[in-house]
């Protein structure tokens, strides 16, 4: 069973930074489309981007394409999920996910993702 290890949460004023790290326990990461999704108090879960197994991102709107970077570092085996310019309604827990294969039009659907990480906590206070 693949685990998608995350980390790089935690508390934060409005307008900092963070950045969140996945690494999957096997087979390289560019093998998966990989995605990060989060699920704010009393919400249900979203996607927020994801990057395919050919290096294309995509972002849910273009708020989140303008502070968000999702980027892979294949010699570290990890996807990251920068995030900048932070704002209190970006706080919920961020889960990162995989998929063996996902299609361009189901990339948001979190049916479509195989493994997923235990999700981590981003808090943003005003």
């Known amino acids: 069973q693949v685990r998608l290890v995350e980390s790089g949460g935690g508390l934060v004023q409005a307008g900092g930074s963070l950045r969140l790290s996945c690494a999957p326990s096997e087979r390289p990461v560019n093998s998966y489309a990989m995605a990060w999704f989060r699920q704010a108090p009393g919400k249900d879960r979203e996607f927020v981007a994801r990057?395919?197994?050919?290096?294309?991102?995509?972002y849910a709107t273009d708020s989140l394409k303008g502070r968000f970077t999702i980027s892979r570092d294949s010699a570290k085996n990890t996807v990251y999920l920068q995030m900048n310019s932070l704002a209190p309604e970006d706080t919920g827990v961020y889960y990162c996910?995989?998929?063996?294969?996902?299609?361009?039009?189901?990339?948001?659907?979190?049916?479509?993702?195989?493994?997923w990480g235990q999700g981590t906590q981003v808090t943003v206070s005003s």
């Open positions: 990057i395919s197994q050919n290096g294309v991102t995509t």
């Open positions: 996910a995989a998929a063996r294969a996902v299609s361009r039009v189901e990339f948001g659907r979190e049916s479509r993702y195989d493994y």
